[in-house]
């Protein structure tokens, strides 16, 4: 029996002692049944993306405890709820259905003492049987809640299930309403309130191959992973935050006296760092540049063509929860009136994508310890005190729901997107809560059309673009790269991400990817580029080739290479169809040619500009270049909401008009209204990163 000391924050949150001591109780006392529940669900075999029948085993005994509301959903996650007096607090349970064993494994598991030997017993049998245990002790004596919990055994945890079934629970089944997530998928009493982000690739090197002695001079892809697995291999990694890389899988090869025509390898990174996961992806894809290169060159007078192609695996979002979050500090108090050791770690499991969300969610332990995980000879002791994890995660649920919904916040941060030219850390978007709300919706439908078809390039893109729209740009990039690797020719990949790298002003990156662009849709037919946010007449006014062309020149300006960004601008505006092209090329044209100094030049561009053009969404540039020509004056041109704030699009009108002051020799007031610009907060605007460049080359930090 077990009641909560006075001195504890629990205790002075008033836990109603009696039915809580009776489940307590309930939980011990059914000790040999939950085993029973973690062996007989263990034998029904649930292979990657084959959960059905266990599902279904799952949902019967849900149903069968008196659980509310059972069901599957649409992605096969099982669904049901002990139900309070509201539905707020909503508070997750959660453990995974599948494995990582394939079809055909022998799945028996068998006894000896308090240990139990089975593929999977502990990850996540366990975890099953802990929320089976868990459901009926609050069903069987009835513990008040205010809230109500929300058993869900999901599918998609392991491997390439990418975490599918818990981004579906959360992007569509219950989108912005949970309020704490925990998921039972660690040993004893662990609690993980650090998500470790990971990327998993099989990167596969192709040549024609051929006979060991007869064609030996050509080259060699099992030579070519050979060399990028040295590469791999001596890569440096910070300890804190950790970060790791493994290559797990390598394939190829059919004859000892043959030359392979391929070779694979999958590859494994994580970090606690989204940043770090970042670099060390970028040097995992320049150690296999080096690698083909180099075998390449080992054979000078071959023609035998090597390539190597990318298959992204799985992309899953790291997260962190703060030690001194009200969340962590419950679960901790729980354990410690348990009179259990509570470890803090890093792990990834179904808590990663609700971290990265934003919503308070860690795995906790499941009270027994596990040895050989992921492999046939996977154990499960329950030694002394594995009855302890049910009542740990009934502790945890009590209190939660005493909390309330609103009391435990998100403590992590929004991810760092960029570094300003000025040194600032760049996190999240200064959005309305409307406008965010718009964008999360849009979000959800784009991730919902990209888990459809995750190989589909138009779903890249527009993951990628929703994504951005949220100020979530390393994301973005992510999505975009792991396209690239599926589609290497696809010039629409590389316009996205080349753009979002300008967002994040890593202008060298961008122009890679826009003049590859460039060069990929070169003679091809343009195409109309749909808007992400339509205009007032629903009416798309930019193409693929304006786009990359737009964006190219744009890069050379921001690097202050006004000479190289005037060719590109005047290419686009000969290519330009409608006035709304025409005014914004014009725009960063006249602008290029002032600050070369080239005045006559600069005044052509004017010449065609006039009130009487169609404009249909970029007012500002075209009033900019009125401004410009003596036809409006700069008041009429920059504006500022009553709280002083910039929009974007003020942003843009403002770097304009502090760009004519430094062209023409107005240093002081180009400078404060590039500060007036940088106050404002539209960091993703191009007229604020314009801005922030010239105050850096100014040595303003």
Known sequence: MFLLALSSPLAAQQIPAVPMRAALDSARAQNEWTLAQQSSICEIPAPPFKEGTRAAEMLRRFRALGLTGARIDGIGNVIAEYAGRTRKPLIVLSAHLDTVFPEGTDVRVRREGSVFHGPGISDDCRGLAALLVTARALVETRVPFQGTVLFVATVGEEGLGNGRGVRHLLERELPGQVD???????????????????????????????????????????????????????????????????????????????????????????????????????????????????????????????????????????????????????VTDAGRELGVPIVLSSASTDANIPMSLGIPALAVGHGGRSTGGHSLGETYDDGAQGYRGPQWLLLIAGALDRAGPGAPRPTAEPLVQAISFLGDTLR??????????????????????????????????????????????????????????????????????????????????????????????????????????????????GTLRSNILYHLGLAYYLKGDFARAVPIYRRELAEAHNDDRRVSTAHWLYMSLRRLGRRREAAAVLRPITTRMHIVENDTYHRLLLMYKGVLPPDSVLATTPSGEMSVTDATAAYGIGNWHLYNGRTAAARDIFRRIVAGGQWGAFGFIAAEKELAKQGER
């Open 428 to 541: 999240a978007f200064p959005l309305p809560a409307a406008v965010r709300a718009r964008y999360e919706m849009q979000l959800a439908e784009a991730r919902a059309a990209y888990d459809r078809a995750p190989g589909n390039a138009d779903s890249i893109v527009w993951l990628g673009r929703r994504l951005a729209y949220l100020g979530r740009i390393r994301e973005a990039i992510a999505v975009y790269t792991a396209g690239i690797a599926l589609h290497p020719d696809n010039p629409w990949l590389y316009r996205h991400r080349g753009h979002r790298y300008l967002t994040v002003r890593e202008l060298d990156h961008a122009i890679r990817d826009f003049e590859l662009a460039d060069k990929l849709s070169a003679g091809r037919p343009d195409q109309v580029e749909p808007d992400g946010q339509p205009n007032a007449m629903n009416q798309p006014i």
């Open 180 to 330: 704490y997530f925990l998921t039972v998928d660690v040993d004893e009493f662990e609690v993980v309130n650090r998500a470790a982000g990971s990327r998993r690739y099989e990167i596969t090197y192709h040549a024609p191959g051929g006979h060991s002695y007869a064609d030996f001079v050509m080259p060699h892809p099992i030579h070519a992973l050979g060399r990028a697995i040295a590469k791999i291999g001596a890569f440096e990694v910070p300890s804190e935050p950790k970060t790791t890389f493994n290559v797990g899988i390598v394939k190829g090869g059919t004859a000892v006296n043959a030359i392979s025509a391929t070779a694979s390898m999958v590859v494994d990174l994580r970090s606690e760092s989204a940043d770090e996961l970042t670099r060390l992806d970028t040097r995992l894809r320049q150690a296999v540049d080096e690698a083909l290169r180099e075998e390449r060159a080992r054979w000078p007078t071959s023609n035998a063509a090597l390539t190597v192609t990318w298959d992204t695996l799985g992309i899953r979002p790291g997260g962190s929860v703060a030690v001194s979050s009200p969340l962590v500090r419950i």
